[in-house]
């Protein structure tokens, strides 16, 4: 599947390989939002935010770097364990909570993103609106209060992180999970998948999802998505390419793809999603 970029959507210039939805479908979805909604789910680094929250953290490190040792101790699909020696090292060099929570929370807001998250509060009757995030509970929580977004989203689905009482800031893998495509300590598809098979038991059936992403770990929930779905990968970034990849291997995706570059993009697709 080719992909779309939400400027040109927006300009009602379309591409004949891409999956679109109709002006009467969307009608469609209007009428049935008295009694469905939209999902919006949301990676967090580079997409929220515009930065990678565990590496702006290093930032309080001496010298702001991290030693050879740390490093090069790292091993692909292991993360969290990684951050867990970076957290014991800026312990062991007296870097507090209060020190860490004032870095985080000079960490930018992807451009437009602010507005975007606005407008989301603004119509929770209309989203419901996640967060499944390779980052930690303690760093969203910080980063998300600057902005008073706490109440923008419904849930926050993500590494679990606490202060000891040494002081420390400790970090466990979200949860077990068997799939062979994601790093050991998250699959966002089965985050995705178990949301909304949850919320389809209480009553909730999403008129559409919306995915919004920029990573290699975003791939796996996106394949989840139905043709009714839109996945949004980030202009430029790894999920992008891979999207594009797996089009050229003649092996596309089942949803609709639009790329975005900042949140008024997604914040303009929202107001013709949900206009009358």
Same mark, same amino acid.
């Given at each position: ?135 930690? #509970? ?5 980063? %998300?209060? &600057?902005? @008073? !977004? /706490? ?10 992180? #606490? ?5 420390? %800031?400790? &970090?466990? @893998? !979200? /949860? ?19 949301? &909304? ?80």
């Amino acid at each position: 599947m080719k992909n779309l970029g939400l400027k040109s959507w927006l300009c009602s210039c379309w591409c004949p390989m891409v999956t679109r939805l109709s002006v009467q479908k969307i009608a469609r979805m209007n009428s049935y939002q008295s009694t469905m909604k939209f999902l919006l789910a949301f990676d967090f680094d580079y997409t929220v935010i515009d930065e990678n929250s565990d590496t702006w953290i290093v930032k309080c490190a001496p010298e702001e770097k991290l030693p050879i040792g740390i490093k090069s101790s790292y091993k692909k699909g292991h993360w969290t364990e990684y951050m867990g020696r970076v957290f014991i090292y800026l312990g062991d060099n007296g870097v507090k909570e209060a020190e860490m929570k004032r870095m985080m929370t000079t960490i930018p807001f992807t451009t437009g993103m602010t507005d975007l998250l606005g407008f989301i509060g603004m119509n929770k009757e209309l989203f419901d609106c996640i967060i499944i995030s390779d980052s930690n #509970t303690v760093f969203i929580d910080w980063i %998300l209060g &600057v902005g @008073n !977004f /706490h109440r923008v989203f419904d849930e926050v689905f993500t590494n679990p992180a #606490t202060f000891s009482d040494t002081g420390y %800031l400790t &970090v466990q @893998n !979200f /949860h077990d999970h068997s799939c062979v495509e994601c790093p050991k300590n998250l699959c966002k598809r089965k985050v995705l998948e178990e949301f &909304v098979d949850k919320q389809l038991q209480q009553g909730v059936n999403y008129t559409q999802i919306v995915y919004i992403g920029d990573g290699g770990n975003d791939l796996c929930p996106v394949k989840f998505l139905k043709k009714n779905d839109i996945a949004m990968p980030r202009q430029g970034y790894t999920l992008e390419k891979l999207i594009s990849q797996m089009s050229q291997d003649l092996s596309p995706i089942e949803c609709s793809v639009l790329v975005w570059s900042s949140g008024i993009e997604i914040l303009s697709y929202l107001k013709i999603l949900i206009k009358e």
